[in-house]
């Protein structure tokens, strides 16, 4: 009987991908659920809804759904860290997807909360449970980036100082598109769809300057991934302030400007730093190779 394989093109790293943009877009969903009210649509029941099993609204159906790809994200995310244990990568990797599986019974259980667990927990649909949940979320994601990001480790092509600069070059341009989607521009309504968008591009920045504070750690200017520290701390303040989590006055849209304007600029500047240092490198190869 011969043993059971997977194919080629299912690697470990490509599932780890794959879960965590499951999970990205189940933030989205989550956000889309929550910005249209149908978190209670299920007549304010967990895990059940509208006294069984199947939605019977619309609404309904979308708190529905939110759960049933929040229940297949789950899995995935189960089954990566079980991957990752069985199988020889590198620590990091089993510590990162083995983080982001011990905090999902505290997601799961802050989600029943904030629908109001079978309508016995009055205080569940509030914004400090929404605030818990969302760091909570964020938490996961940043834990699944991080163990993808390390594994693949060696993986590529291209030297990291390109992929640094690559990765800062996405953040920047993901942050533009969440500028643009947020309610500081006017340019279009803050409906639920775009708040979703607003998420999806936000978490992309994200994602894209934890990535690069892991390349540029490969790089000869190592120290400079102590830098995108702070554009991390700002991009994941800007998602808490699009969130609903305190009133949203002018004050506040002055400091949410403040903040993605110092995280922009941040991140144009490591990436024309780490430009440079690829420049600088580039000239030296070209020096010793004429040699």
Not at 96 to 123: C, D, E, K, W, Y
Not at 182 to 211: E, H, I, K, N
Not at 245 to 264: K, P, Q, S
Request: proline letters at 3%; a positive charge.
């Amino acid at each position: 009987m011969s043993r059971f394989s997977l194919p080629d093109w299912l690697t470990f790293r490509r599932f780890a991908g794959v879960t965590t943009g499951m999970t990205t877009l189940l933030v989205m969903l989550g956000v889309y659920t929550s910005a249209t009210g149908a978190g209670l649509a299920c007549m304010a029941q967990w895990p059940l809804c509208d006294n069984g099993l199947l939605p019977q609204t619309i609404p309904s159906f979308i708190e529905w759904f939110h759960r049933l790809w929040a229940m297949i994200t789950g899995f995935f995310i189960a089954g990566t860290a079980l991957w990752a244990l069985r199988s020889a990568v590198q620590r990091r990797v089993k510590v990162a997807f083995t983080a982001a599986v011990v905090l999902l019974p505290l997601q799961i259980s802050i989600g029943a909360v904030t629908v109001t667990l079978n309508g016995l927990l009055p205080g569940g649909y509030t914004p400090l449970t929404h605030g818990a949940h969302l760091f909570t979320a964020l938490s996961i994601f940043t834990a699944l980036t991080l163990g993808t990001v390390f594994a693949y480790d060696g993986r590529f092509r291209t030297d990291p100082t390109t992929r640094a600069k690559k990765a800062l070059g996405v953040a920047l341009a993901a942050l533009v598109v969440s500028l643009l989607s947020s309610r500081m521009v006017t340019l279009v309504a803050y409906d639920p769809t775009m708040q979703a968008v607003f998420y999806g591009a936000t978490l992309l920045a994200y994602a894209g300057l934890l990535t690069a504070a892991v390349w540029v750690g490969r790089t000869a200017r190592a120290t400079l991934r102590y830098a995108t520290l702070p554009a991390v701390a700002l991009v994941f303040l800007h998602l808490a302030l699009g969130r609903d989590l305190v009133y949203y006055d002018d004050t506040v849209l002055l400091v949410n400007l403040a903040v993605v304007g110092l995280a922009g600029l941040l991140t144009a500047g490591l990436a024309v730093v780490v430009g440079r240092s690829e420049t600088d490198a580039s000239r030296t190869r070209g020096v010793t190779s004429g040699d």
